[in-house]
């Protein structure tokens, strides 16, 4: 499967593998107690030094489109611009309008169950105008849950996310 119009200038590939992202149907009355069922559909996860990338592919291999793209926080060191903090897509007209994902930053990721894991990510909007009375960040948190196919599967995940996310640590990283 060709991924190069996927990945920016200098960025590559840590992890990657075939996972389900999965989400809660919604409910036909709230006042209802009715027990929901995961609807999942298989997606091509990949992992990079910059972004979180989720993939819908064809069975053939082929990527059909970009799901969804979250980028991990700059370790900064003090020496950076911090204007320079997103990577900028170079087809802009790829992705979808009104879903810039790449302002939503990954905070954490979380076991859950047995071959599920769970990636917390915020979202942040620029803040209102000068003339307005409030002149800070918004934030809206989300929470993206994808299934392994295996509990391994989901430790490496796991495992390799957390690295991203704090590269100091000493834990393995499987690759």
């Known amino acids: 499967m060709s991924r190069s119009p996927i990945l920016l200038p200098g960025e590559g590939i840590r992890f990657q593998s075939l996972v389900s992202a999965s989400s809660l149907k919604r409910r036909p009355s709230k006042l ?3 027990t929901t ?3 999942t559909k298989s997606r091509m996860l990949l992992l990079t030094n910059t972004r979180l990338i ?3 592919i064809e069975k053939g291999g082929r990527v059909l489109a ?3 793209e979250w980028v991990f926080p700059k ?3 003090g020496k950076e611009n911090s204007n ?3 990577p900028k897509p170079e087809k802009e007209k790829e992705r979808k309008k009104g879903k810039d994902s790449l302002n939503q930053t990954v905070l954490s990721v979380d076991p859950k169950g047995e071959k599920e894991f769970v990636v917390l990510t915020v979202r942040q909007t620029p ?3 000068a003339n307005s009375a409030s002149s800070c960040l918004h934030q809206a948190m ?3 849950s994808f299934i392994a196919d295996d509990s391994a599967l989901r430790s490496k995940w796991v495992s390799n996310i957390q690295h991203a996310l704090d590269p100091t640590t000493t834990s393995s990283v499987a690759a």
């Open 84 to 86: 320079s903090e997103k």
């Open 54 to 56: 989720c993939v819908k």
């Open 32 to 34: 209802l107690s009715i």
């Open 127 to 129: 803040p209102l105008p």
């Open 142 to 144: 989300k929470s993206l």
């Open 75 to 77: 370790v900064t060191t």
């Open 66 to 68: 970009i799901r969804g």
């Open 37 to 39: 069922k995961k609807k």
